[in-house]
């Protein structure tokens, strides 16, 4: 285990809205955890500026990220410029992965954005039907750019690189300022090592940039998922690639890369974690090794907005279903990715910095996954291993006895 240790932001004398984020992030950053009680991440927060030791190998501190009005942030322990003609970044904490990289807790989700793929989940397929007029991803990201967004989360899958490169380039912000991270879809994964190359080159020539913060494998493909990512060790090798990670593996998925001898453990995990789906076994697990969560999904897409205990939990801090789920999971340590095409909820979604949940509301929310939201995500993960794949619609080498909660 390793301390996390609080970096104070120099206020900014003609920016007083900066007094709200440091304190916000001295909060989120002193919290006390007790090990032996809660072995996943606490949320007890406590008012004072002490350092504590969490049971991860995590390290938090702050940096300006994205705010919207725009507001600035220097970290002293982690310090990225990024003051630029679009919009100052909204001060948030960053995490800090196995290399030393500080990887933002806040970023901007692009699944769905301008384009919905051909094979898109059943899970959330029912969110494309809209009357609204479908924005291009381009208008999209230049818009959460504006907003202050600098990590946008991407993949071959989304169908939409090219562009996400579009409103990258025409935003005007330094590629140093950004944290891109994409994903290699199931069936590059299946092909093998050449196509896997191929696809990051072109995921790179789409995005306009040399390379990537952070490549995922995007299922764990029976029989694939362990050579493909041994292709990411060598690609990080070659300078194409700053981190990789995986996306939707389960406990066993990520044993079977240890087991078969990998030689950089995955710096992050992506899967989905909101209230309404928190599988704290699974979650302590990748803490304990040290790999980083992504939440995809953190907003449920919309699905929860009208729930009870949301209405109830916001009115009482006057903030709105979104900014309390996705303030539950920054409190917890997640990295937060909302998704939008709207400007206002861009913004909206990402105001989650000013305020915090009490260990009372905290635990209410941690109360709300049920036994059949466990039973799905098991169904959905036997159906998606294998997606788009030869073996699509088959139960061919998918493992039948994971870790569910």
């Not at 807790?105 to 954005?113: P, Q």
């Not at 036997?382 to 030869?390: A, G, I, Q, W, Y």
Request: aromatic fraction near 8%; proline fraction near 5%; glycine fraction near 6%.
């Amino acid at each position: 285990m390793t301390k996390r240790s609080e970096t104070r932001c120099r206020q900014n004398p003609h920016r007083s809205a900066m007094k709200v984020a440091v304190r916000t992030a001295s909060i989120l950053l002193t919290a006390t955890v007790t090990a032996a009680s809660r072995p996943y991440l606490s949320h007890r927060l406590i008012a004072s500026t002490a350092a504590f030791v969490p049971p991860t190998s995590l390290q938090i501190s702050t940096v300006g990220i994205a705010s919207s009005p725009p507001r600035s942030s220097t970290s002293k322990q982690h310090t990225r410029s990024m003051r630029t003609t679009t919009s100052d970044p909204i001060p948030c904490p960053t995490i800090t992965l196995r290399d030393g990289t500080p990887h933002p807790a806040i970023g901007f989700g692009t699944y769905k954005v301008g384009f919905i793929p051909a094979s898109a989940s059943s899970a959330v397929a029912s969110n494309a039907a809209s009357n609204e007029p479908l924005r291009t991803a381009s208008e999209c990201v230049a818009d959460a750019l504006a907003c202050g967004y600098r990590f946008l989360e991407c993949a071959e899958f989304y169908g939409n690189e090219s562009e996400v490169g579009k409103a990258i380039k025409g935003s005007g912000i330094p590629r140093q300022d950004l944290f891109l991270c994409s994903k290699v879809w199931t069936t590059t994964i299946e092909k093998g090592e050449d196509a896997i190359r191929a696809r990051l080159d072109q995921t790179l020539n789409y995005l306009g940039t040399d390379y990537v913060d952070l490549y995922l494998i995007h299922w764990p493909v029976p029989g694939k998922h362990v050579d493909a990512y041994k292709t990411l060790e060598t690609l990080v090798g070659e300078g194409k690639i700053r981190n990789i990670g995986v996306s939707n593996y389960a406990v066993e998925d990520y044993q079977e890369l240890i087991d078969a001898g990998i030689t950089i453990k995955p710096a992050v995990i992506q899967i989905e974690i909101n209230p309404f789906l928190y599988r704290k076994n699974t979650i302590a697990f990748f803490q304990k090794e040290g790999v980083v969560l992504q939440s995809y999904r953190s907003l449920r897409d919309g699905k929860a907005m009208d729930h009870p205990t949301l209405a109830k939990i916001g009115a009482a801090h006057s903030k709105s279903p979104a900014q309390i789920l996705g303030r539950w999971c920054i409190q917890h340590g997640f990295v937060y990715m909302p998704k939008s095409v709207k400007v206002e909820r861009m913004k909206e979604n990402a105001q989650v910095f000013d305020f915090q949940l009490t260990e009372a509301e905290m635990d209410e929310l941690d109360g709300l996954t049920t036994p059949e939201a466990l039973s799905a995500f098991e169904a959905l993960y036997r159906k998606c291993v294998n997606r788009d794949t030869s073996k699509d619609g088959t139960m061919e080498g998918v493992k039948m006895n994971i870790t569910i909660d």
